[in-house]
């Protein structure tokens, strides 16, 4: 079974530009979740969606925003990029059963903002 | 709230020898789980061992074991005759357990462990 994967690996964008990564979960997975990894704050929980509905959400601004679509693949948007942006974003997908359940990460998107 | 604290930033072995890495964990939920991962230089988090709060036995898998404790809130990971492709950032985590789950992982700091030739 194919793992979770993301595209692009890298972009690099400048302040004020808008980005959005892409992240197609496993196979049969139901809910996505994202995460930003920094040196400074490490890993920090940015949402989650489940049957295309924002259902958890981490503590950032309204810049960060996401969305599901009925395949169950997510896309993460970020409007005005800030230098601070600049951050490896990782994706998760698991099956959303009834209980929560293991986390499977893909490869990330790094990105840079100049 | 919830909190994982992995004191240990950096570990430096040698090939062969054991090392252990630490985690504790805070949280006032009574049902969780506690998970450790893998982060190789690709970036790609490798899932390792998920724990649940109310089944404190140890375990073990091949060269790795985890020992939880709840009395003492730790999840500490244990890698016997080190090899080099051990080498990565390893990553303990908690996350609540919820029926309809909405999924949320905290994690520790990390702790980059290299083993050295």
């Known amino acids: 079974k194919a793992g979770v994967t993301q595209t692009p690996r890298y972009l690099i964008k400048t302040r004020g530009q808008q980005v959005t990564l892409s992240c197609s979960p496993i196979s049969g997975h139901r809910s996505v979740s994202w995460y930003q990894q920094t040196p400074g704050q490490g890993l920090q929980f940015l949402f989650e969606y489940f049957s295309e509905t924002q259902r958890n959400k981490g503590n950032f601004p309204g810049r960060f925003s996401g969305r599901q679509f009925s395949n169950s693949r997510s896309e993460m948007n970020v409007s005005t990029l800030e230098l601070g942006d600049s951050a490896l974003y990782l994706c998760?997908?698991?099956?959303?059963?009834?209980?929560?359940?293991?986390?499977?990460f893909g490869p990330g998107t790094r990105l840079t903002v100049l | 709230a919830q909190k994982v604290t992995q004191a240990q930033t950096e570990i430096s072995v040698v090939e062969k020898e054991d090392v252990t890495l630490d985690c504790v964990y805070e949280?006032?939920?009574?049902?969780?789980?506690l998970f450790w991962y893998k982060q190789p230089p690709s970036g790609e988090l490798v899932f390792l061992i998920r724990r649940n709060s109310f089944d404190e036995q140890n375990e073990i898998s091949g060269r790795y074991s985890w020992n939880f404790q709840k009395s003492t809130s730790s999840f500490n990971f244990t890698i016997t005759a080190s090899q080099v492709v051990d080498s990565a950032v390893y990553f303990c985590?908690?996350?609540?357990?919820?029926?309809?789950?909405?999924?949320?992982?905290?994690f520790g700091q990390g702790t980059r462990l290299t083993i050295n030739p």
């Open positions: 949280t006032r939920d009574t049902t969780y789980y």
């Open positions: 985590a908690l996350s609540k357990i919820q029926i309809q789950g909405a999924q949320k992982l905290v």
């Open positions: 998760a997908s698991n099956l959303a059963g009834v209980f929560t359940d293991t986390q499977y």
